[in-house]
């Protein structure tokens, strides 16, 4: 009876933590100044002394934001629908980081920060254990730790041509002759493979992963390429259910144009080694494709002995509603390759054992990931359990896209395309122009947002948004509909 | 009077700590079971079931691990003349990192993490003052940080190659011609530019900075990269000081070859947009040049408006005696750009203002740096000072370049070609065979090293290092020299 009694306790402080938001003293934005308001330009002017900083926001003050809340320097208070680029999964200061922060091993990794390739930690299989591995995508059990997502992207690419090579050759041994040109930049050591992509894909910004970003020009003009082909990302209709067979058709076309481009590529004898691709494009404004195209993507480029590398930079670590962003696609077997970072406080990517370079000193760097974050990363997923924070993203996710849905009805020339799975959401409006105004108005009234591809808002909040959080950025942006 | 006492007293205490070498209960290397122990085998089994380890040298126990000594998992205390590949500037656990590691900064920038393009923090500006800015090089007025060598490497490609175009084309503002071809990998856009790189370098493994990597095959083989042009780095005679005729004249020839290079490339239209080069080439084989050879270089390099890129991932932050090593050089205007990390804790590079991209998102991503290093930098910036690292390092590598020279004298069929700047030193053996047999023979007498280049060893000590350090070293070598 006793034991009784205290499990329904825990069971109803569960109920009531679970509803708790971490949003410490807020409960609401509270915008008092211009944004970026006098100390924000300020601080900027001073940070120009030294620094490239013309795409600062504001300037923050994180020691007084809380949970889904931003705090800046001239005391204003935003609710955050942008989350750092969505890299913040618990909000600021989650009281289980804070904690996680106090343990010893935090300061051991980081004052002592090891070359993981060549000393390996003795708490590091463990660490990897109850982080990374605990979220392994099923059928990929092996794991690279790197430190961002460029590098994760990188590092992915080489272990997919390694692979293709080995493959191409019969062994994974390099020959004589291979060791010999590569260090002149010439085949056969240096191999005419390529990386497909596609068409508004966003994969990073060093140069191999800029290859395969196809989102904006600023990012890319005047820098060097690889001249890889790029196949057309599909351009769906949305609501997708209101648009199934136009949709399908787009699809096939696209498809159609994945199998075509590499054999292109490979009859020319640039040969493709994989193709790499976001569950949902977020940088080039939230595109999405149907759990089919993904299917018949994965045939064509088995066909093919092509690495399928999902990029799950953006979509990984909950946002969805399901941890990685793949799993609603139901595929027949895994990918070859899921690159991660963001969320997931540093980087890395998962593999098929194949996909493991057989000699040393071939994926490799100097510190080849950042284990002390592995330690924070132990207590998100604690947390995300407890609280169960995958139905509430799910929920809340759906609560938000129902609002949006709302703004569309009822202002169809600003908000339309609304779109999003979980929380992971995002509307259109008519131009870039709009975007921008809105985007702006939105912060002035307490929303801090961002804008992807050309003319798109995203939202990323973090895990513990919750249905509340998102009526009140609805209400927000209805707001700033209403000032244009 | 009391004054007196009390100064005199500060006084013997600085002299007494800079004795102290904050090696914790160690005074000798101990090594007691073989290498790897049976512990790290047992560990790094485990560890291969998750993820690649074939080139772990052992399992480290980084708690038990002090000042210049690393322990292993079975008991082992080695000196460590490697450190985590030269990344750990003032050895294992120092007390003045535990401390910083208690200051609410490091916690509120390791959970809030900044997105550090779009939200930078209201401490960003004083925390890059006190850490990063104290070091910057005299006429380097700005600094981008990032997060490893890699990256800073590639993003300082990026900068150079903006600056290129924008000069070429007589304004920062690409036409729309550009913005447009770019999105198809194809020129006017994506410009025809390389960069000029050296036999035997290496900047790096992500792919552009690969490309610029001619140290070890097996680093690139199978991999593509761009065909950017590469001069021979000068092989000289040691010691430089017995060998200057000769050296000069191989030095002019490869300066020659960098006129010759550049004009080639040019003239066929890839536009050589700069040259990156290191200070004394490190994963290369610590392969040194003159400072009239970099003087030599500058000044092609400037004639043909093309940016100086110094990488010093490797060879700054102190260990030459010099807190970045051009400064050894006496150019008579400072280098266009300066790469780092490693040492640094994190990445980034410095520049002059030229080399600042005008517009937003042109140099960008999501983290931009990780803030709560520069906490820990700032202690060991402090430490340096007040310890007088700088010339601590000087005097111990003078004792360890004749120590070495002692027993390239003794044993000169083993040990040859003793060279090195500050600790920064290192030798060769007639063979790769020999040089891996001597390598893990010290190993198992307790020191932890590492090679580089095809036959070479190579001192990357801590800046805490001292001359009896030294000269444990040079005895273990001794007695690992008399095993062969």
Known sequence: MQRKNFLSQVKLFRHLSSLTTDDGPYVKPYVKTAVPGPLSIEKIAKLNEISHNSTAHFVADYANSHGNYLADVDGNVYLDVLLQISSIPLGYNHPALVEAMSSPLVTNMMINRPALGMLPAQETY????????????????????????????????????????????????????????????????????????????????????????????????????????????????????????????????????????????????????????????????????????????????????????????????????????????????????????????????????????????????????????????????????????????????????????GLEQKYPDIIQDVRGVGTFCSFSCPTAAMRDKLSSQARKHGLENGGNGNRSIRFRPALIFTESHAQIAVDILEKAVLDL
């Open 126 to 405: 463990d660490m990897l254990q109850e982080s990374l591995m605990r979220v392994r995508p099923k059928g990929m059990d092996y794991l690279q730790t790197m430190m961002c997502g460029s590098c994760s992207v990188e590092n992915a690419l080489k272990a997919a041509m390694i692979k293709y090579r080995a493959d191409q050759r019969g062994t994974p041994i390099p020959t004589d002759l291979e060791l010999d040109s590569c260090m002149r930049q010439e085949a056969p050591g240096m191999p005419d493979l390529c990386f497909l992509t596609f068409t508004s894909a966003f994969h990073g910004r060093t140069l191999g992963a800029l290859s395969l970003t196809r989102s904006k020009a600023i990012h890319k003009v005047d820098i060097p390429g690889f001249k890889w082909p790029c196949a057309k990302f599909p351009e769906l209709k949305y609501p997708l259910t209101d648009h199934v067979t136009k949709n399908k058709e787009e699809e096939a076309r696209c498809l159609e144009d994945v199998r075509q481009k590499i054999v292109e590529s490979n009859e020319k004898g640039l040969y493709v080694a994989g193709a790499i691709i976001e569950p949902i494009q977020s940088e080039g404004g939230d595109n999405h494709a149907s759990p089919e195209f993904f299917q018949g993507l994965q045939s064509i480029l088995t066909e093919f002995n092509a690495a399928f590398v999902v990029d799950e930079v953006q979509t990984g670590g909950g946002a969805t509603g399901k941890f990685w962003a793949h799993e609603h696609w139901d595929l027949p077997t895994p990918p070859d390759i899921l690159t991660f970072s963001k969320k997931m406080l540093s980087g890395g990517y998962f593999c098929k054992k194949d996909f493991l370079p057989e000699q040393g000193y071939r994926i490799f760097n100097t510190w080849m990931g950042d284990p002390a974050r592995l330690v924070l990363l132990k207590a998100v997923f604690d947390v995300m359990e407890r609280d169960g924070l995958l139905e509430r993203t799910r929920k809340s996710g759906d609560k938000l896209l129902e609002g949006l849905g």
